[in-house]
């Protein structure tokens, strides 16, 4: 099956500077790529996906890009603020099933 | 609110037992998906219907069972728990079940088995 890895586990950042989480995925197959917020107590929220046809998705300050050939994508998060610290996860379908990440807890320091 | 409801909140019961964890779609989504976070295995999906019929199968457990009633509200059925079964499980809803259907999660359940 789908093995998806995602870097790094925690990171901090300062107000203001920009955060990037980056995954790998292993089958080739994947074909859609989803964003989830999970803040503390609550589900997780999707906050931007992309399709394999696609290289880059821009959501006001939330970005992915996507690269193919190499099986990685990467969340990017401009001009943080307070509200964004939270746990992010990636996921990748294949086939009819979903595959997680282990997440990344955002700090971000006012 | 993601207008997914999940019941009950909380959930305690002892290793052996059997538990019923029920979830109610938003409004108008046909699509259920069941999903188990753990500290050690992390998010996982379990399985998906799609108005009342089986769509999708993870790595959900002999010991589990789900299944999506004519009402489109869902139940996962937790049977013989062990300690390793201790986690939030999650249920979401999309409108069609399509790959790419934006899925809501609901507030979870957190099952303690001691």
């Known amino acids: 099956g789908e093995n998806v890895e995602q870097h790094p586990s925690t990171l901090s950042v300062q107000e203001g500077d920009s955060a990037v989480i980056k995954c790998t995925y292993s089958d080739s197959a994947s074909n859609y790529f989803p964003w989830y917020k999970q803040e503390l107590g609550k589900g997780p929220q999707l906050i931007i996906d992309?399709?394999?046809?696609?290289g880059e998705k821009k959501d006001q300050r939330i970005a992915v890009t996507l690269n193919k050939t190499a099986k990685h994508f990467s969340l990017h998060i401009t001009e943080t603020q307070p509200e964004d610290s939270a746990v992010y996860f990636c996921a990748a379908r294949g086939g009819n099933q979903f595959y997680f990440g282990t997440g990344t807890s955002l700090t971000v320091i006012p | 609110d993601s207008g997914v409801t999940q019941t009950p909140k909380h959930l305690i019961t002892a290793t052996g037992q059997r538990v019923t964890l029920r979830c109610s779609p938003r409004s108008g989504d046909l699509s259920v998906y069941w999903y188990q976070q753990s500290l050690d295995q992390g998010l996982q999906f379990l399985i998906q219907?799609?108005?009342?019929?089986?769509?999708a199968k993870g790595n959900i457990l002999e010991r589990f069972s789900a299944q999506q009633f004519p009402d489109l509200h869902s139940e996962l059925n937790l049977s013989s728990l062990e300690l390793g079964d201790s986690a939030l499980y999650f249920c979401?809803?999309?409108?069609?079940?399509?790959?790419?259907?934006?899925?809501?999660f609901g507030p979870g359940t957190r099952l303690t088995v001691l």
């Open positions: 219907y799609y108005n009342g019929e089986e769509r």
């Open positions: 979401a809803s999309s409108k069609r079940g399509g790959f790419t259907d934006t899925q809501y």
């Open positions: 992309i399709r394999s046809n696609v």
